[in-house]
């Protein structure tokens, strides 16, 4: 039987000056896998961002046919806003995925998750990356941001009652029919995504699991820790405002 297929989401904003070693990684390691489709959908920067991500982007793309056509949103919808507009294009594979582009997570930790949901009977189970295991020497983070993590996962478990502890991690997969069927739900597109998302998703029945991975910051982040904490905590508290009134 061929592999399962997945379509794997690199959302970008402003980031020429991080993703081209990563990206060469992950197209290597995945035509190797074979199955995998990558597209970077870029959300809205500036022209002279676009023209070095497309030098970055179109070469690569000739010589990996399995890295698609990057896509230039007009403007800037936010992280979730990217993930989405990349998922609602894919052809009908059998996972969406997300990665975040700046290489925190390796190209072999990817391939390796790629490897393990493979594994899955049916029906398939949502896999959420996690950098929960904090004694883990394969966790390496900012002691701040490791704090507002932290602090925002046990937000979110308490909140809205789902066992999850790392929301937030940039590494992602879901089944593409568990995700068709709440995409009309889904409403916000700033970076607490991912909890409507896991919301959604445990609301509508699908599984889900949390699989540690090695995780090494790489510096020059945007996620601002004051001011997006406060929007995210927000978000949070509107999610569970819409199911509560559901
Ligand atoms: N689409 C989109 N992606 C964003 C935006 N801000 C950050 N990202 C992406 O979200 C991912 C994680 O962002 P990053 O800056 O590494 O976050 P941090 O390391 O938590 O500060 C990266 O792939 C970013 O390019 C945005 O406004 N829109
Ligand atoms: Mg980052």
């Known amino acids: 039987m061929p592999p399962a297929t997945v379509h794997l989401v690199i959302p970008c904003y402003q980031e020429s000056g991080r993703i081209e070693p990563f990206l060469k990684e992950l197209c290597a390691v995945t035509r190797e896998l074979g199955g995998v489709t990558i597209q970077v959908v870029e959300d809205g920067s500036d022209a002279a961002e676009i023209a070095r991500m497309r030098d970055i982007i179109v070469p690569l793309c000739r010589q990996n046919e399995h890295l698609l056509p990057p896509v230039f949103l007009p403007q800037n919808l936010g992280k979730g806003g990217a993930v989405y507009a990349g998922w609602d294009q894919a052809r009908p594979v059998d996972w969406l995925a997300f990665v975040d582009a700046d290489g925190s997570c ?19 189970t949502a896999v959420f990356a996690s950098r929960w295991d904090q004694t883990s020497s394969k966790v390496q983070r900012q002691w701040k941001r490791r704090l507002m993590g932290r602090i925002f996962g046990t937000l979110v478990a308490t909140l809205l009652r789902i066992p999850i502890h790392d929301s937030q991690c940039g590494l992602k997969f879901v089944p593409r029919t568990a995700y068709q069927r709440i995409a009309p739900t889904l409403r916000i597109h700033g970076f607490a995504f991912d909890v409507e998302l896991l919301a ?22 945007h996620v601002h820790l004051i001011r997006d904490s406060f929007r995210m905590a927000r978000d949070v508290l509107a999610i569970r405002r819409r199911r509560v009134n559901r």
């Open 106 to 124: 390796s190209a072999t930790e990817v391939a390796n998750l790629i490897r393990r949901v493979r594994l899955q009977p049916a029906p398939l």
């Open 200 to 221: 959604a998703l445990h609301d509508s029945g699908c599984e889900f699991e949390e699989t540690s991975i090695a995780w090494h910051e790489t510096p020059g982040g």
